[in-house]
Nanobody, 117 residues
Framework: QVQLVESGGGLVQPGGSLRLSCAVS????????MAWYRQAPGKQRELVAA???????NYAESVKGRFTISRDNAKNTVYLQMSSLKPEDTAVYYC???????????WGQGTQVTVSS
């Protein structure tokens, strides 16, 4: 069974930085497309950033140039480095793993990020 555990959320002032981590237990991490989503109160969950097994990345327009997604296959961990944070980045951030070949998808429990002065 694959489990995803996020960490690194918290309260930060506008303009600050945070790094989220998502540790993945179970086998097959290398083949998963990993992604970060977020959901703000009253809004739909949205894709923030994704990284494929081949290390190709894509980002939501709203975070381009500010957020960086990366993965460490040796540690079964995916990261989201967030810089120049804005109040509108406030949300619960979720880690997601997808394997199209295996037809499987997993979600973490979420970590709260609050950007406020």
């Amino acid at each position: 069974q694959v489990q995803l555990v996020e960490s690194g959320g918290g309260l930060v002032q506008p303009g600050g930085s945070l790094r989220l981590s998502c540790a993945v237990s179970g086998s097959g991490f290398k083949v998963y497309r990993m992604a970060w989503y977020r959901q703000a109160p009253g809004k739909q969950r949205e894709l923030v950033a994704a990284i494929t097994s081949g290390f190709t990345t894509n980002y939501a327009e709203s975070v381009k140039g500010r957020f960086t997604i990366s993965r460490d296959n040796a540690k079964n961990t995916v990261y989201l480095q967030m810089s120049s944070l804005k109040p509108e980045d406030t949300a619960v951030y979720y880690c997601n793993a997808v394997s199209a070949a295996w037809g499987s998808e997993y979600w973490g429990q979420g970590t709260q990020v609050t950007v406020s002065s």
